[in-house]
């Protein structure tokens, strides 16, 4: 992260991110997916926040420009918890085991990688897509 320019906390805890991957959910729903991903990011690997907590995933909604009641109401009644489970299944599927993962045309590079190596992925996806037009 530090090498990357990225802002990253000390974490002393690490906090279930479920009810937070479901306010993302509903937050794509609402057009508002880049802006709440980015404030769950900052609370969670900057800020060390527990976002699993309702209130505070409320106050982190209400930043994002969303309806503070609807965002609690999405959490309390988990109205977004089948996409969720959905998600984690096809992760699954894939044969995905952690964070970040790059996917496509079969390929998969899984965790934190240097430039190098996202650059080689990259590379690898383009000759793929050049061998299947030939």
Request: charged residues 25%; contains cysteine.
């Amino acid at each position: 992260m530090n090498e990357a320019g990225l802002p990253y906390g000390e974490r002393t805890m690490t906090y279930n991110s479920r009810l937070a991957q479901e306010l993302g959910k509903w937050a794509d729903s609402q057009d508002a997916g880049d802006s709440i991903h980015d404030r769950l990011y900052q609370a969670y690997f900057v800020d060390n926040i527990n976002i699993g907590d309702v209130d505070t995933l409320v106050t982190i909604a209400e930043s994002a420009g969303l309806d503070a009641s609807s965002a609690r109401q999405v959490l309390q009644n988990r109205e977004f918890k089948q996409q969720v489970d959905d998600d984690w299944q096809r992760s699954r599927d894939y044969g995905i085991t952690g964070v970040p993962t790059f996917y496509s045309n079969e390929l998969m590079l899984v965790g934190c990688q240097p430039y190098e190596n996202l650059e080689k992925f990259v590379q690898r996806l383009l000759l793929k897509k050049d061998n299947q037009n030939v």
